[in-house]
């Protein structure tokens, strides 16, 4: 028997799995959306069992998708491996790699760590920042690879239109389970300095919205502002899939505006005269973090 999965399948499942939408897989992967469908469904043909739920709406995991992610992955991973083998290809070169203050807490360590192993020639520098410094270190040729949220539509700079979306996810209010707000006081905010791309949209929505507020605490250190919220000091604006351990969400009974939607992408530096190494070190990393996206998506285990 042949090989059951194909690994173009595969990565077509997991930019499905990640974006929950055939439209942006296949924006992502550069192939029409009739591809995408295709491909889904000659994965579940040969799998025999539905991977995803569809409806006019949404795109779903099932069980069996779920489980799918974990081979998906494992399989690609094998796959990588063996052709970097044979080819006898070797990475070289200096790769800077940003990352935002958001992924310090989840998975990004083991993808990184991975990388690593399967190129320990390649010089990985990584700087950890707010988003809208990264952008503007990217803009100015001092990092070739960026791992960050996208600014908003309309207030994005030339580079904020580009990038290969990892995942997108809603922006919440989250505090202490046991902080209460005086809807009559100013809402006490807990922010990143500018140019922090959750700052901005925090203070744009609640502007628009007529909602008097006031700086409570900030810092450029993701570990300070989850300190200040665990302490009650306020709100925080955070992605839904990444709450810190002792926040919750802010109960909707409370009205404070909505924040609306988040997209974390890739973008890739266009150093002028970059080594030929960089370039293909910064394509194996973007590989490796589209290919673990969902994971990124997730809190890391254990004690913070």
Not at 145 to 158: C, E, F, H, I, M
Request: glycine residues 10%; aromatic residues 4%; charged residues 20%.
């Amino acid at each position: 028997m042949g090989s059951v999965y194909d690994p173009a399948q595969l990565r077509t499942f997991l930019a499905v799995a990640q974006t929950l939408s055939f439209t942006q897989a296949a924006r992502r992967l550069g192939v029409r959306q009739s591809t995408v469908s295709q491909h889904v469904r000659r994965l579940e043909e040969a799998a025999g069992r539905q991977l995803f739920t569809r409806d006019t709406h949404s795109v779903q995991l099932t069980e069996d998708g779920e489980a799918m992610l974990g081979f998906a992955r494992t399989i690609l991973e094998a796959h990588e491996r063996a052709a970097a083998f044979f080819t006898g290809t070797r990475l070289r070169g200096r790769l800077r790699f940003g990352a935002s203050e958001d992924f310090v807490l989840t998975r990004l360590p083991e993808i990184l760590e991975s990388f690593r192993r399967d190129h320990p020639e390649v010089d990985l520098e990584l700087t950890v920042e707010l988003s809208g410094t990264l952008h503007e270190q990217l803009e100015a040729g001092r990092l070739d690879l960026v791992l960050a949220k996208r600014r908003t539509r309309g207030t994005q700079g030339a580079q904020g239109a580009h990038g290969e979306l990892v995942w997108q996810d809603a922006l919440i209010w989250i505090g202490a389970p046991q902080l209460r707000l005086d809807p009559d006081r100013p809402v006490p905010l807990i922010v990143f300095p500018p140019p922090g791309i959750t700052r901005a949209r925090a203070l744009e929505v609640l502007e628009a919205h007529g909602r008097a507020w006031r700086i409570a605490c900030t810092s450029t250190s993701l570990s300070a502002l989850v300190a200040a919220a665990r302490a009650g000091l306020g709100v925080m604006a955070h992605t839904r899939g990444l709450i810190p351990p002792g926040l919750v969400p802010v109960p909707a009974r409370v009205g404070l505006p909505e924040l609306g939607d988040v997209d974390f992408v890739l973008l890739h530096g266009h150093r002028a005269g970059a080594p030929h190494g960089t370039q293909e070190a910064a394509d194996a990393l973007a590989a490796a973090i589209l290919a673990g996206g969902d994971r990124l998506h997730r809190p890391a285990p254990g004690p913070h």
